[in-house]
């Protein structure tokens, strides 16, 4: 749920900049940062290649490989301790001021620490790039000039709202990491049969994506309806896919999502873009014609 962590996270600190007087142009500023935060705890697939180098020598076999990887990423990257520290050391970072931003530093570094302590030099690795890619984040924020306390408030936003997204498609995160507690155990089980938990899943997804672009559209002073076009309902013809292709679950999922998606782009007016709005368009209705085809998908496997 990549994309929808990060969306999620714009929609939200869109509509709550709004609600506390900002203008337009500072809530899709405030929305950006956001989600460029909510999208900083997956900078954990950093492990992929570092640990592929390492097995390519012989010295980690693929059992261990993925066993490793499934831990950090459950670990620092997801914590909901280590994401609240490194949103205040990212607005520590915000001020204009050398003691504010060694104190900043001292954060990230402790940080590192205790990734290494608890998950060992992978661990580490993953968590210097974590609070690296936070930084990151943080001096594109100061630039738009956005002050201290708002870059705190939207990383807190983006940093701690991504973890709850996994508890639908993967093993929940330790969120207290690194003390050992179990906040939740289990994968949140939308639906007992797999594919329709799947799809449930993939509802929540294009929710939160709807969720932003209906922001980001109204924010710029269009409206949902008069962007799509009627090519969206192309997605009806994807019922058929229940009958042809075979049931997707978590586990084998590609097929179900590749298709869908290529669907939308099939489905998107694409077209010179002779006027500002028509990318909104092509947007807005590949979307549609992703979401009327999941729908269109749900139904015909439901009736099989």
């Known amino acids: 749920m990549f994309v929808g962590h990060a969306l ?29 935060f909510a999208a900083v705890p997956d900078v954990d697939i950093v492990y992929a290649p570092v640990g592929l180098v390492v097995g390519a020598v012989g010295t980690l076999t693929p059992d261990v490989f993925w066993e490793t990887a499934n831990v950090v990423h459950r670990g620092p990257t ?30 990230g570094v402790s940080l590192v620490a205790v990734g290494t302590a608890y998950s060992g030099l992978v661990g580490g690795f993953v968590t210097a790039a974590f609070v690296a890619a936070g930084f990151g984040v943080a ?8 002050g201290p306390g708002a870059t705190t408030g939207v990383a807190l936003l983006g940093l701690l709202s991504h973890p709850f997204g996994d508890l639908f498609t993967g093993g929940p995160p330790p969120f207290l990491y690194p003390l050992d507690v179990t906040v939740v155990a ?32 109204h924010l710029r002073g269009f409206t949902l309806t008069g962007l799509v076009r009627p090519r969206a ?25 590749f298709s869908v998606l290529a669907l939308g782009v099939v ?3 694409v077209r010179p873009f002779s006027r500002g709005v028509d990318w909104l368009e092509t947007l807005v209705t590949g ?18």
């Not at 909901?80 to 504010?100: E, K, Y």
């Open 8 to 36: 999620l996270a714009f929609a939200l600190a869109a509509l709550g900049a709004r609600q506390f007087g900002c203008s337009r142009e500072r809530a899709l500023q405030l929305a950006v940062v956001a989600g460029l």
């Open 78 to 107: 997801h914590s909901l301790v280590l994401g609240a520290a490194l949103a205040v050391a990212a607005g520590l970072w915000a001020v204009d001021s050398v003691p504010a931003r060694a104190l900043s530093v001292a954060v």
């Open 139 to 146: 001096t594109v924020a100061r630039r738009q000039n956005v």
């Open 186 to 217: 289990e994968r949140v089980v939308l639906h007992p049969d797999p594919t329709t938990h799947l799809l449930a899943a993939f509802a929540i997804e294009l929710a939160a994506v709807w969720l932003a672009v209906r922001t980001y559209v």
């Open 233 to 257: 309902a192309l997605g009806l013809g994807y019922a058929a896919a229940a009958i042809f292709l075979p049931a997707p679950t978590l586990e084998r999922s590609a097929h179900f999502v």
């Open 267 to 269: 489905g998107a007016p």
């Open 287 to 304: 979307l549609m014609a992703v979401t009327v085809a999941a729908i269109a998908y749900a139904m015909a496997y439901g009736a099989l």
